[in-house]
């Protein structure tokens, strides 16, 4: 059996005689379950202890911060590389200044970049009341033929059984079947279809909500709308994008282009896949005053058998492995923790931040997240650790990027954290 011992950090050290691989299952939730309110933040591949957090004193406020309004990046470069880079280093906590399209001058031959492939789907769609009244919606996941999970906005005051309609469209109607809430509903659509097909039709780019065009923007014609959807549905992916799943893009690879890619490569820089669908939870903030009692949305990933044995071999030559974003973090770690790199797939609903640790993770490569945000949580959590140094850290390098004019969030700028 493991032995609990308590750790000089206040964290609980849990020492074990086989690799948790090995462990049984029911031992293993007995020893979760008895530690209440706490959330494993490490242990796994070739290691024989597991460290728990026990001090639940880390709040969402530790993770807030003031931006200036006009530093959200409400539209995408003409250049996709041509964004700015902060690179941070954790060893220092220094800051250094670059162009996104330097990155292969600042990685090393034998790096491994773990792409997210995900693809984004035209999620966004508008349905109306037969009152009139707008209903504003997002598609979350296909239940069956004909049957979603659905976000709604507005629809506070209709009732199960109502039917909708797509603007426009009499091809399908939409009936609300089941208020599950916090706005989100089980819908069914008559005639039922593939969801992709409907969406292709009634659907446009989710961006998100933070996101707004200005009314100058929207009144420049009557084609402007479309002309706008045509450029978010191409900028709002990446260029490797290949499965369909997405309700949000993996924005750190928004910065990629074919080219830069290439370039890459003739480095000797390898690229691997990971596919983890961004879900609607991207977008909740985090409403609970303890960090500890968040509970984050789980969201499907895959992990390839070719992708497997890369990583597997990069861990075990020491060559240094780059995560691109916080989704492709969320994968590699979420395969830690069963104890081996193998081809699997299922949901994860891993919520990372301080003092977690990391075990496949060598680099990041992310975007500037909003404040309080599990985003960013987890990127402090990489700035130091297992410890809760890396809050100050992120402060730190967040306030320089204030003062330099990045560009924040989805659209914006990049940093890369060694």
């Not at 100058?216 to 992916?237: K, V």
């Not at 973090?329 to 949901?347: D, F, K, N």
């Not at 496949?360 to 309080?372: E, K, Q, Y």
């Amino acid at each position: 059996m493991p032995v609990a011992l308590q750790g000089d950090d206040g964290g609980l050290i849990i020492l074990v005689e086989k690799p948790l691989s090995d462990w049984n299952g029911l031992v293993y939730d007995k020893i979760i379950a008895s530690l209440a309110g706490s959330t494993v933040c490490a242990g796994a591949i070739g290691r024989r202890k597991l460290m728990i957090p026990t001090d639940n004193t880390l709040r969402t406020s530790d993770f807030d911060y003031d931006l200036p309004d006009e530093l959200i990046a409400r539209h995408p470069l003409a250049q996709r590389d041509r964004c700015r880079l902060m690179l941070l280093e954790r060893a220092t906590g220094r800051c250094s200044h670059y162009i996104f399209s330097d990155l292969p001058s600042l990685l090393r031959g034998g790096d491994v970049l773990v792409l997210n492939d995900t693809y984004v789907i035209p999620a966004r769609f508008a349905c109306y009341r037969r009152t009139g009244g707008k209903i504003e919606g997002l598609f979350i996941r296909e239940l069956s033929p004909g049957r979603w999970e659905v976000m709604l906005k507005g629809a506070g005051k209709c009732k199960v059984g109502e039917m909708l309609q797509f603007p426009g469209r009499a091809d399908w109607t939409v009936k609300l079947a089941e208020r599950i809430g916090r706005g989100y509903w089980q819908v069914e659509l008559t005639p039922a279809d593939e969801a992709m097909r409907i969406l292709e039709q009634v659907g446009k780019t989710p961006l998100p909500p933070y996101i707004r065009r200005a009314r100058t923007d929207r009144d420049r014609g009557a084609d402007f709308p479309d002309t706008i959807e045509r450029i978010d549905r191409e900028s709002y992916q990446t260029v490797y994008a290949s499965r369909p799943g997405a309700v949000a893009a993996p924005t750190a690879g928004l910065h990629f282009t074919q080219e830069l890619l290439s370039t890459l490569r003739d480095k000797e820089i390898e690229t691997v896949t990971v596919t983890l669908h961004v879900s609607a939870g991207t977008f909740s903030p985090v409403r609970t005053e303890q960090v500890a009692e968040h509970k984050l949305h789980a969201e499907w990933y895959e992990l390839s058998a070719r992708s497997a044995d890369l990583l597997s071999r990069a861990a075990s030559q020491g060559r240094r492995i780059v995560a691109v974003g916080t989704t492709s973090v969320r994968v590699l770690e979420t395969v830690a923790r069963t104890g081996a790199i193998t081809a699997q797939s299922g949901w994860t609903d891993l919520f990372i931040y301080p003092p977690a640790e990391f075990h496949l993770v060598d680099a990041l490569i992310t975007n500037f997240h909003l404040p309080r945000s599990t985003l960013l949580m987890l990127v402090a959590a990489f700035c130091s650790p297992g410890s809760t140094d890396g809050i100050k850290m992120v402060r730190h390098a967040y306030a320089e990027a204030i003062r330099r004019r990045y560009r924040f969030y989805s659209y914006g700028d990049a940093m890369l954290i060694l």
